[in-house]
Nanobody, 123 residues
Framework: QVQLVESGGGLVQAGGSLRLSCSAS????????MGWYRQAPGKQRELVAV???????NYADSVKGRFTISRDNVKNMVYLQMNRLKLEDTAVYYC?????????????????WGQGTQVTVSS
């Protein structure tokens, strides 16, 4: 069974930095796109950043220039470096990945989500 587990969330002051990590495990054949989403209270979940297997990236306008997404294809991990954090960045951050997994019956291409990690930015 495939699982995604996030870590690195916490409380940080505005202007500070935080690095989130997400580890994928299980019967993984390969991982296509990986990304980070976030959801603040009363708001819809939104895309923060996405990275392809080859390293191409896209960011939400609100985080461009401040956040950097990266991945390690050997370790099956994706990271989100968050700098110059703002109060508006406060949210639960979720790891997301398009994973091809192997089973006795064949291979499957599915989207997986992590459990989420809380990021709170204080003034």
């Amino acid at each position: 069974q495939v699982q995604l587990v996030e870590s690195g969330g916490g409380l940080v002051q505005a202007g500070g930095s935080l690095r989130l990590s997400c580890s994928a495990s299980g019967n993984i054949v390969s991982i296509n796109d990986m990304g980070w989403y976030r959801q603040a209270p009363g708001k819809q979940r939104e895309l923060v950043a996405v990275i392809t297997f080859g390293g191409s990236t896209n960011y939400a306008d609100s985080v461009k220039g401040r956040f950097t997404i990266s991945r390690d294809n050997v370790k099956n991990m994706v990271y989100l470096q968050m700098n110059r954090l703002k109060l508006e960045d406060t949210a639960v951050y979720y790891c997301n990945a398009d994973i091809i997994s192997a089973a006795v019956t064949g291979t499957f291409d599915l989207i997986y989500w992590g459990q989420g990690t809380q990021v709170t930015v204080s003034s």
